[in-house]
């Protein structure tokens, strides 16, 4: 299903060439102030344009179209919804016949009969993202003193990342990344020995996020080669602060108020402008396709403010939960 | 909460040293022929006792509480239980005034107040993995045809398991691995763009097993140092297959009909029979601290068949999501 | 939370006065035809204007924003949008200090924390019941055969509906009433004994329903009179037909084949045309209120295709759960 | 599914002539004092034996299987269960060929294919109910200092309920009755307006209790024959005390602060000492059919303690949710 969340709850909805993308939001405080321009800073991070990125130019102005009454919050579900202006529809008309290489044509094909609105991704679109930064900006107030700070500690294997970027354009290919997420000061107790540990409903969250194939917590797969008498992280002191921090902040399940860290590898962008050998599902033959249209070289370069949104409506969900958010939130003021 | 799934749902519930471990299995259909000696081979690999395991010798018996009538499933929920009966707690009587590095007797202490059962691990002891291969056997048969299987790649570092362990063992130490996890012949559609899909919801369940910190599907981590043209997946037939598989069988959180594949890596054993340094709660002085008792020194090696019963529940779940499993079994055969 | 439903699962949103209520649905099958023009019917119905409803006259027309692609659903959610248009906010100034008798004013400032938006009722508003309506019609569709039906049996204790309704008016009074809703054929085994029995999944959507204050299936209170002999319903037929139908075609939980049948009572709108006595919160005093604006005299009249909405958006729910609705709609035809 | 409650969460398990029936609460904070004693007030008030009740004696004594140490709440899930002593399961053999009036042996056979464990009633039992009990015990300790007090009112349509039973019992018949519960202090705030109303919760849960059709709260059914004049609560104090409640103590799904009122039907008991026609499903021929075995005149009688617990479930779960239960219960005391 396309929500996520118990007590704050998230849905999501829209296509990348209909109408628009939006996100409700259920289970926000009342009293939160919200206005518009609480989200121009994580938008124009995420926004498309640089070097590396599609050149495709949406305003994506948030339009908050329920749940905020005099500049607060009311209590009732937030509707935050972005208009689709700048789109190119004709890019996209053969790919129910000739699925692109590496994107979801194919299993969208068999899972929805054909129905699925597969311009420029559809539902599957990148574009989706947008309602989760939206909700991230709402999350991280609720969050507030704790900070959650993503960036790309490499793209195409090297920390140069603009140079990377360059290096790929110019071979008309497209390079992955890895994002590092960090979130601080942390209460400690947040999350469940079983099912629902703080790594799993992470983990959960951030694996739906588009390119995202894997998650580490802490030291992660180096893990595996280290001994328990390395790994072990020895308390330093009675509020829980540890010497070093193998475990990224969690213990059992459970953030043990050392700063939550993990990683993501972002795969490389699907569409690429090269010739990619695929098959054409009426006639059963291999063809050549050459992708069109838009797209980023480097789709990572765009994830750092999404993962950090994502992980911020999982920590306000957390927080919740564990009764650490106000019902009403002038209380905590 | 300690529950997971859907449409066929588990909740787990007991202690290392208490009374028991067992699990509820929720929506299991009815008329699936489950005996007593369809557990014996998993329970037989998840056992201690090997090299390099905890000596501690359980006789492991699952039995069947409630759901199963004449040898078939009913339709109502099964409920399996494991009597304890090899405990020696006197082992464990200091670790609410001293946690143990590694351990979560930190988090437990501020999470449940000095509450929580500490005797072995209590609620958070791998001991409760016990009913999640339980859980896992009802839930490999209703997948079948497809099968889960799961191996070690290697052990702290090491593809020579054996040598590996041994050396730590005569180090007083203990260490890690990683294993890989392959379901086939997969169905196509299984998964949801947001926020289920088929990455998250396999993630949410693994990586709330204790001991493991992160988790990367098809090519994963290496997917970051790759160009598009190298890890986009190749349609090679009209039912889905590719050329390779760097996708792990997932696209756009849809399975898509090659291998399901996925590795995970498991931290070292947290007890360790060396002196470690920690703090005294009460006092806030640092002190030693020398873990008595019995445990593994490669929690890895029991693993393969924890995360084949984890993935086949989860599995099981989105099967029935999607219709392929009948309500009542014997329409199937 | 403002969301409801297992595999067919809506979320709500919206208020009053604000730019427009609506609902996401989400789960729907792909390839279910569905234009504007479905919706007329049941919208005309639900329209306010006629005698006993409230002169506000919106055009109600919906906007189907995402999830339908050439007249098909295309299996991703469904965001359908009521702008406002015919808002006269300056009706409701003074609901904070002096709560409306009946009203949820009071709750709604100690939840919200006077943070809600209260102009017409805000989020509690029964134009929320917009959303319902729309989702009714795409979940009709799912069910067909199955036709959902509800009727007014009684308002203010009468059967001669327009009467009543007039002589309330003279009396600047408001009426309740009695809905009768009934769903047939109804297909054997939805529902569970625990705890999602029929009863209980249908009894909690209708409950949400403002102004619905019970429910009783098939011979409901009257039960609690009669003797076993004369309640047992005696099977005709191995299809499961039962000669009477007190049971109103659930045992167990589960639904039994016979025609659904259950009544909700409906409350007499809270807004009257008369003076009213409450309290001011500010000083504590009590004071006369006279409520402005547009209601209606008697709720019930606009309730049988609000009811039929709900119940079909629950049969809808778990009839895919039982696997009687195709993934992809297509395959039904 | 057999699972109820978002933070506060029951799952129950067993059959009535299987090993023994059980629950799993889940979400129950740590620290809580529990002993053996707690229950035996309110089993006492369910068990059976008093005239008018099943002559079935079962010790019915709870076993904590996990959860509890120390006599006290872990903050891992309970799991308690009841071991079957005193079945008589010859009685129950021909009622997958010749279902019973009035039960759901004819759904069972149909939903679950003639696997079902059909002795004494299986998973469709009353005797599930004790989990309940057992549940409720815990809850009623959470919700301190609110009380939840339920009694019969009428049985047979008679409140004289010795005499009325007592005539039944000549009859060998069974009667039905109707039982109101209540519960004060209640704190403002509790339930949302869609779709989790404190009705639709409330209802959710007593509708799945075997042998309930229907609920009302405050004037209920009888509020549709009622103006708004008469059934608006005035507003009689600042803290939302209203001179009469004929909300049940609820607006717009909100409680507010009055008693929560609820009324529920129980039908007559389906077993009856009479000879009944029904129908043979293998052959579709009509056949009279004696119900032997032991069974309640009115089920009513033991339902006041069931009906509590389940209202108390929902209320801890739903102040949890309101952060009115803190996670260590000694911070409370």
């Not at 118990?6 to 628009?20: A, C, D, N, T």
């Not at 208009?83 to 000739?98: C, E, F, G, P, V």
């Not at 799993?200 to 328990?228: D, N, R, W």
Request: net charge neutral.
């Amino acid at each position: 299903m396309n929500g996520f969340g118990k007590l704050f709850r998230i849905s999501i909805f829209g296509e990348s060439h209909g109408l628009g993308v939006g996100i409700v939001i259920d289970g926000c405080p009342a009293g939160l102030p919200l206005v518009a321009d609480d989200f121009t800073k994580d938008f124009s991070r995420r926004r498309s344009g640089s070097k590396g990125t599609t050149p495709r130019q949406e305003p994506d102005l948030p339009e908050i179209m329920s749940g905020v009454f005099n500049d607060h919050t009311t209590g009732a579900p937030l509707m935050i919804h972005f208009k689709n202006t700048n789109t190119r529809s004709r890019d996209y008309s053969l790919l129910r016949d000739i699925p692109r290489p590496g994107h979801a044509d194919f299993v969208a094909l068999k899972k929805f009969g054909g129905y699925g609105d597969n311009r420029g991704g559809g539902h599957f679109s990148g574009r989706l993202t947008l309602g989760l930064v939206a909700a991230g900006v709402v999350a991280k107030k609720l969050l507030s003193p704790v900070v959650v700070e993503s960036r790309i500690l490499e793209v195409g294997g090297n920390p140069n990342i603009e140079e990377a970027v360059e290096k790929a354009m110019e071979q008309k290919d497209s390079i992955g990344g890895i994002i590092e997420c960090r979130a601080f000061p942390m209460p400690v107790g947040l999350g469940e020995p079983f099912f629902d540990s703080a790594e799993s409903v992470i983990s959960h969250m951030i694996l739906s996020i588009p390119a995202i194939k894997g998650i580490e917590f802490g030291s992660g797969f180096h893990a595996a080669k280290m001994k328990g008498s390395e790994h072990n992280d020895r308390l330093v002191s009675t509020d829980g602060k540890t010497a070093t921090n193998n475990a990224g902040g969690i213990n059992g399940g459970i953030t043990n108020g050392n700063d939550l860290v993990f990683r993501v590898p972002v795969k490389p962008t699907s569409s690429i402008h090269q010739k990619q050998n695929t098959i054409h599902m009426a006639t059963g033959e291999m063809t050549d396709l050459e992708i069109e249209g838009r797209h980023d070289t480097c789709i990572a370069l765009r994830m750092p403010v999404i993962i950090e949104a994502a992980t911020a409506i999982v920590l306000a969900d957390l927080m919740m939960q564990a009764g650490l958010v106000p019902r009403i939130w002038a209380k905590k003021e």
